[in-house]
């Protein structure tokens, strides 16, 4: 079964209006490969979704960094999934590793958060670190991701392993534990894009080998043929983060299952097109 090319740019929290109409300019006046060979989705931080919505080319699609693993109320400073449906935002980026590590987001029950507390020392870090335990008790990873799909969002699902884990020879345990926190939750893959992004090569500049991500890449379709089924490992995108660039685009995307990218720092400069015409590997081969 084949699977259309996906290139998502993570902008996270960069940008004033000023550069994000230079960025969008740049995508706009590109030349990309045809949108029946690759799916492009850029990720503007909140408030810049309306002008990227308006202004971007077409054919492009937008996406929301993080959205609220339920029905919105008062939670302040969260954006409910209702409201990027609202506005027609049709994707969301749910789980990256930023989130997991700084703002201690799991697929287990605040395990982050409790391992800070009890390595801290400070009164106030254990005040601040209780608050959070509560306010993310329940708030896991898989449970946003079934939420934004039950609003009809579709998702882009980030999992990946540290660099002690990968070292300690566990990358496939923590990769599969984070998928099963997403499988246990959710029945339709059919809007669901996986993004492997090793947290060692993300905004380090190290990218993963080709070796390396496809090795991920295969294990990771093969558990979801054993734990899920042979229809969604074989239709389901896997696209990898970490460090992709210009110069390094074409080797991965040449990867059999690789499908695509999720691209951080490069998805701000010009050379982002050129990770989207990484397309055109999948298409002439
Ligand atoms: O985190 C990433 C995309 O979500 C990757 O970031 P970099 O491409 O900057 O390494």
Redesign the pocket.
């Known amino acids: 079964m084949a699977r259309k090319f996906f290139v ?3 902008w ?1 929290c960069n940008g004033t209006s000023e550069e994000v109409k230079k960025i969008v300019s740049i995508l706009n006046d590109g030349k990309v490969a045809s949108a029946d060979v690759v799916d492009v989705v850029v ?1 503007p931080p909140f408030v810049f979704l309306p002008l990227v919505k308006s202004s971007l080319r077409p054919e492009f699609h937008v996406a929301a960094q993080n959205c609220w693993v339920k029905k919105g109320g008062a939670y302040t400073g969260e954006i409910s999934a209702e409201m990027l449906v609202n506005l027609d935002i049709p994707w969301v ?1 749910l789980g ?3 989130r997991r590590q700084l703002l201690s987001e799991s697929n287990e029950a605040s395990c982050l958060c409790a391992k800070r507390l009890y390595l801290s020392s400070n009164f106030f870090d254990i005040q601040y670190l209780l608050i959070h335990i509560f306010y993310f008790l329940g708030q896991f990873v898989g449970d946003k991701v079934a939420y934004a799909l039950s609003k009809g969002l579709k998702v ?1 699902a ?1 999992v990946g392993e540290t660099l002690e884990q990968r070292e300690s020879g566990a990358t496939m345990d923590v990769v599969a534990a984070q998928t099963k926190a997403i499988a246990e939750r959710i029945s339709d893959w059919t809007n669901v894009v996986v ?1 492997y ?1 090793p947290v060692w ?5 190290k ?1 993963a080998t080709p070796a390396q991500a496809q090795e991920v890449h295969s294990e990771l379709r093969k558990w979801l043929q054993t734990n899920v089924s042979a229809d969604v490992a074989a239709s389901t995108r896997i696209i990898y ?5 210009g110069a390094n685009c074409k080797e991965l995307a040449a990867q059999p299952d690789v499908d695509g ?7 701000l400069k010009p050379e982002f097109v050129d990770i989207i015409n990484a397309a055109t590997v999948k298409s002439s081969a």
């Open positions: 998502g740019g993570n996270k990720s980026i990256h590793s930023e882009i980030c993004a992004e090569a993300i905004g380090t500049g990218v983060g970490g460090s992709v660039s990218f999720l691209v951080g720092g490069a998805s």
